[in-house]
């Protein structure tokens, strides 16, 4: 029987990354909230998770799936970090953008038949 060889890349387990967390301070986080890098974060140490975290949001906005898939953590460990973010104010949330819906085929229809007899 071989040894178990341990996983390539990440050398830190996730629950050393959430401080053993399984759950967020806020229910509000999913994985299409959009997280914002605060205009002027308060200082103080972070995890590199965290770190790494607020920089990726500093340019603009992430959504948490986004986040998670740069952090190469699963998306309940981000929605955990993002949500201490939030709380220390490094981090701030938008509601996601909502999905489009499809336009009335009737409307459509009038436009058509307008434009067929302009034409």
């Given at each position: 029987?071989t040894p178990r060889?341990p ?5 830190v ?12 301070t ?16 308060p ?8 770190c ?9 906005a992430?959504s948490?799936a986004?986040?998670a ?5 699963p998306v309940?460990?981000t ?9 220390s104010?490094?981090?701030v ?6 999905a489009?819906?499809p336009p ?16």
């Open positions: 029987m060889q996983p390539a890349g990440r050398l387990r996730v629950y050393v990354v959430t401080d053993g967390r399984a759950h967020p806020r229910n509000t986080l999913e994985p299409g909230t959009l997280l914002v890098g605060a205009y002027d974060p200082p103080g140490p972070l995890s590199p998770e965290k790494r975290l607020v920089e990726l949001c500093g340019p603009g992430l948490v986004e986040a898939a740069h952090l190469e953590l309940s460990v929605k955990v970090l993002a949500a201490d973010l939030v709380d104010g490094h981090l949330t938008r509601a996601p953008v909502p489009a819906r009335d085929p009737g409307v459509l229809q009038e436009v058509l038949d307008a434009l067929r007899d302009r034409l």
